[in-house]
């Protein structure tokens, strides 16, 4: 069974400054999926960034990116010019590539972030 | 509708009593899922329906934990005889998972229902 990581509870940044947060992963398969997850107390989870394991380059989307490294089944969310607004529970998903093994999405236990102004 | 709907926002039900969520996909999307997220932790996958078709229900943690979508877009969970340990987050998301857009199949996620079994 695949499995996700986050062993940072709780980060913070100042605003205007860079963070990075970390997620590990266990799969044997080789084609999947990862997703960064954003939920803020509305509760209403919003996609911040994906990655697909057959690409090398990193995604990016706009203040957020990732370092994906696949060999160590790393994945981590940088966020840059850090905002108010970015404060949330972020939230590191895992879906196979494969649809026999399904859609679903595995999740981490999450990370809150607080920006400070 | 423009997003994922799921009602009531809020529910407080007695031990014992049964309860329904509901919830509305985006239109079009043929896949939907429920998610239980207990207070603190990531949501965990519950059951997944393509269409009106169950695919995959292993997440349910009971029997009491029933799951329909019969005309392949409104869903319901119900939870039957509720216990405490049943207080959670119930998420719904849907995606449109076509072949050639597996790369793309996004979830997308309602704001939730929140449980309270006293």
């Known amino acids: 069974a695949q499995t996700v990581t986050q062993s940072q509870p709780e980060m913070s940044v100042q605003e205007a400054e860079t963070v990075t947060l970390s997620c590990t992963y266990d799969t044997s398969e080789s084609d999947y999926y990862l997703f960064w997850y954003k939920q803020p107390p509305s509760r209403q989870m919003i996609l911040v960034i994906r990655?697909?394991?057959?690409?090398?380059q990193n995604a990016t989307e706009n203040r957020f990116s990732v370092n994906f490294q696949k060999a160590a089944k790393s994945f981590s969310l940088k966020i840059s010019d850090s905002q108010l607004g970015d404060a949330a529970m972020y939230f590191c998903a895992y879906r196979g590539g494969q649809e026999t093994s399904g859609s679903r999405l595995t999740f981490g236990e999450g990370t809150q972030l607080t920006v400070n102004p | 509708g423009a997003g994922v709907s799921q009602s009531p926002r809020y529910k407080v039900a007695k031990r014992g009593q049964d309860v329904a969520l509901r919830c509305d996909p985006i239109s079009g999307h043929v896949s939907l899922f429920w998610y239980q997220q207990a207070l603190g932790q990531g949501p965990e996958f519950l059951t997944y329906f393509q269409n009106e078709a169950q695919l995959d229900k292993s997440g349910l943690p009971s029997d009491r934990f029933f799951a329909e979508r019969p005309e392949g877009s409104v869903s319901t969970l119900k939870i039957q005889r509720t216990q405490q340990e049943d207080s959670a987050v119930y998420l719904c998301?849907?995606?449109?998972?076509?072949?050639?857009?597996?790369?793309?199949?996004?979830?997308?996620f309602g704001a939730g229902t929140r449980l309270s079994v006293l």
């Open positions: 990655q697909e394991a057959y690409k090398q």
């Open positions: 998301a849907s995606s449109y998972p076509g072949r050639e857009a597996l790369a793309k199949n996004i979830q997308y």
